[in-house]
């Protein structure tokens, strides 16, 4: 597509439970990543893909957070037992290549955990 | 390690007012600077790069020099408009790296 897609824009879930936010890259890029906003943090980084390797996955929080990517395209990022402190907008960004080159931003998605 | 400090918001600004949003950054080796711009209610948009030193990254009127001997790489605009509105970020990526580090951001208001 033109952009980097994500889904769901909005989740709203209850403590415990788990969720999964998709990715759509950009076509052609090999580089993902996905980065996580919430008030008071900034941006953070939370796992870097090239293809369908994850040779980066230090910012994950806590082992509740997993990704994965198939086909060289499409990434999962689940959240399992949620908190209240996951609520957050989780960013996906994708790049032609890993370093150097732009990173663009999908619009998020929102989480709440309630 | 590497890291972003830019100025702190919020800022708020008339129309046709001078913008600068002071950033200035450490890293190890020689990165390439970004400024990014989130408008309300929309994703992170990129909105100027510069890879290497004495570089101006500009676009929508917004400008900013990479100057190394300063480690500073900071956005102006001459002339706001409402539509500026919006918080921008600070960022680079270490060369070789893949990663950004991100300011904080800072919280631009332009008013009527």
């Known amino acids: 597509g033109a952009g980097v897609s994500q889904s769901p824009s909005n989740k709203v879930t209850e403590k415990g439970k788990d969720v999964e936010l998709r990715c759509d890259p950009i076509?052609?890029?090999?580089?993902l990543y996905w980065y996580r906003q919430s008030l008071g943090q900034g941006l953070e980084f939370l796992i870097y893909?090239?293809?369908?390797?994850?040779?980066?996955k230090s910012g994950l929080p806590s082992d509740r957070f997993s990704a994965e990517r198939t086909g060289g395209s499409v990434s999962t990022l689940t959240i399992q037992r949620t908190q209240q402190e996951d609520s957050a907008v989780y960013l996906c960004?994708?790049?032609?290549?890993?370093?150097?080159?732009?990173?663009?931003f999908g619009e998020g998605s929102w989480l709440t955990v309630v | 390690g590497d890291s972003v400090t830019q100025m702190e918001g919020p800022v708020t600004l008339s129309e046709e007012a001078f913008l600068t949003i002071n950033c200035t950054y450490t890293a190890t080796g020689y990165p390439s600077l970004f400024w990014y711009v989130q408008y309300p209610g929309e994703g992170l948009q990129l909105l100027l790069k510069?890879?290497?030193?004495?570089d101006k990254g500009s676009n929508k009127g917004f400008e900013a020099t990479y100057r190394k001997e300063t480690t500073s790489f900071h956005l102006e605009k001459g002339s706001v408009q409402v539509s500026d509105s919006a918080v921008y970020f600070c960022a680079l990526s270490d060369q070789g790296d893949y990663k950004l580090s991100f300011g904080a951001g800072t919280t631009v208001t332009v008013r009527a």
């Open positions: 510069a890879t290497k030193a004495d």
């Open positions: 960004a994708s790049s032609a290549r890993g370093a150097g080159n732009t990173i663009y």
């Open positions: 893909f090239q293809g369908n390797s994850a040779p980066d």
């Open positions: 076509s052609g890029h090999t580089a």
